[in-house]
């Protein structure tokens, strides 16, 4: 509801008559609906309906704002919708400045290490197993063994 309210019965207020062509007193007779009275004009005894100026606070309150927008961010990295280069890009600029190790079959590498291939180039380890890797290269994702004595 809105915080306007009517005037009480038998109380006047002050307002424009279009008989009177100018502004005045009108006694209320009675409340027609919550948002509206019947008033009469007190200099020429004539009946009209006084609305309350609507405010727009009766609209109904549809919208509804939900505050989940904020968490897609966090799971950028691991959207599967992104394109490969997007995600190497990702670990890349997550990297740098890193120092990247040299890829070897005895090495053990861990998850977001970077290691440099002979072959593939500059390479982030996206999962590590055991025995083996799978590493994002710049042009594709690569299984890689390591732990080998
Ligand atoms: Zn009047």
Do not use: W
Not at 28 to 55: D, F, G, N, Q
Not at 116 to 145: C, P, Q, W
């Amino acid at each position: 509801m809105s915080n306007l309210t009517l005037p009480p019965v038998a109380k006047s207020l002050y307002y424009m008559c279009k008989k009177c062509e100018g502004e005045r007193f009108h006694r209320v007779l009675a409340h027609k609906t919550s948002t509206s009275a019947k008033i009469e004009c007190e200099i020429c005894k004539s009946v009209k309906t006084y609305t309350l100026p609507k405010t727009g606070s009766d609209a109904p309150s549809a919208r509804r704002l939900s505050g989940a927008a904020g968490t897609a961010a966090a799971k950028k990295a691991a959207s599967s919708a992104r394109s490969h280069t997007g995600n190497y890009e990702i670990y890349n600029s997550n990297a740098l400045g890193l120092e990247a190790t040299p890829y070897s079959i005895k090495g053990n590498f861990k998850e977001s290490q970077k290691l440099n291939h002979v072959k593939f180039g500059i390479g982030f380890v996206i999962k590590a197993y055991s025995d083996k890797v799978d590493v994002i290269f710049s042009d594709e994702v690569r299984t890689l063994m390591h732990n080998r004595p």
